[in-house]
């Protein structure tokens, strides 16, 4: 299984997963051109873990998304239902608690961690609403929930250049940085599936998390949402 199909069965995620782990965190930051470690400054920035806070890193793939928590002296459990993507992180980061878990049964005790948070890695999970619930079992009252995920420009000329980029240059240019760019075509399917921001929101509302707001990245094309435990 090389390829995904949007309906998500676990399964074929993951091993579509496992089969480009190697070449992930490159790949991403050619196809975002450049974009990837400025959104994830933004995520570290928006957790704001403190020293010491238990931060669960949810769709961590190969760890790289975990290294500013662990930078800014927080205790971070990188989870991922890859193994492929698992054992490369291990390989590269051998000093974080790289865990196995799937979003919608997520492995750890109710009011584990001060915050969640999960980057680019939601709209891969067959169950949205079960992730999100399950991320709110799993946080301290007070804790904080940040996604980071692909969105909806908002100005209707980039949308138009974005979407041609998703399904016409992204492909052949992950031929070219890839091990699998089928793969990459399933991405940019999801990406266009995936709700927009106000929907996006009202999902984490109704999963039980309060105060949520989001903040648009890149004109929109990624969003960062934010929300809090009562």
């Given at each position: 299984m090389t390829r995904a199909n949007l309906d998500k069965q676990p399964h074929e995620v993951a091993a579509m997963f496992d089969d480009v782990a190697a070449k992930y965190d490159?790949?991403?930051?050619?196809l975002?051109?450049?974009q990837a470690r400025a959104w994830r400054r933004a995520v570290a920035e928006a957790v704001a873990a403190a020293p010491g806070d238990l931060v669960l890193?949810?769709?961590a793939g190969t760890g790289t998304s975990s290294l500013p928590f662990l930078a800014a002296g927080a205790k971070v459990v990188p989870c991922d239902f890859s193994v492929g993507m698992l054992s490369e992180g291990k390989r590269r980061h051998p000093e974080l608690p790289l865990t196995a878990g799937?979003?919608?049964?997520?492995?750890?005790?109710d009011g584990s961690f001060d915050?969640?948070?999960i980057s680019f890695a939601?709209?891969?999970v067959h169950d949205t609403d079960a992730?999100?619930?399950e991320m709110h079992r799993v946080t301290k009252p007070g804790g904080k929930v940040v996604i980071c995920e692909f969105s909806t420009p908002t100005w209707t000329p980039l949308r138009t250049v974005y979407t041609e980029y998703l399904m016409r240059a992204l492909p052949p240019v992950a031929t070219r940085v890839s091990s699998n760019a089928d793969a990459y075509v399933y991405l940019a399917e999801s990406i266009r599936a995936w709700p927009d921001q106000a929907a996006l929101a009202a999902k984490?509302?109704?999963a039980g998390w309060t105060k949520v707001a989001w903040r648009n990245l890149t004109g929109g094309i990624v969003a960062l949402h934010r929300g809090f435990k009562a």
């Amino acid at each position: 299984m090389t390829r995904a199909n949007l309906d998500k069965q676990p399964h074929e995620v993951a091993a579509m997963f496992d089969d480009v782990a190697a070449k992930y965190d490159l790949t991403n930051d050619v196809l975002s051109l450049g974009q990837a470690r400025a959104w994830r400054r933004a995520v570290a920035e928006a957790v704001a873990a403190a020293p010491g806070d238990l931060v669960l890193d949810l769709g961590a793939g190969t760890g790289t998304s975990s290294l500013p928590f662990l930078a800014a002296g927080a205790k971070v459990v990188p989870c991922d239902f890859s193994v492929g993507m698992l054992s490369e992180g291990k390989r590269r980061h051998p000093e974080l608690p790289l865990t196995a878990g799937d979003a919608t049964r997520l492995p750890f005790a109710d009011g584990s961690f001060d915050a969640v948070t999960i980057s680019f890695a939601l709209r891969n999970v067959h169950d949205t609403d079960a992730a999100l619930r399950e991320m709110h079992r799993v946080t301290k009252p007070g804790g904080k929930v940040v996604i980071c995920e692909f969105s909806t420009p908002t100005w209707t000329p980039l949308r138009t250049v974005y979407t041609e980029y998703l399904m016409r240059a992204l492909p052949p240019v992950a031929t070219r940085v890839s091990s699998n760019a089928d793969a990459y075509v399933y991405l940019a399917e999801s990406i266009r599936a995936w709700p927009d921001q106000a929907a996006l929101a009202a999902k984490l509302q109704q999963a039980g998390w309060t105060k949520v707001a989001w903040r648009n990245l890149t004109g929109g094309i990624v969003a960062l949402h934010r929300g809090f435990k009562a």
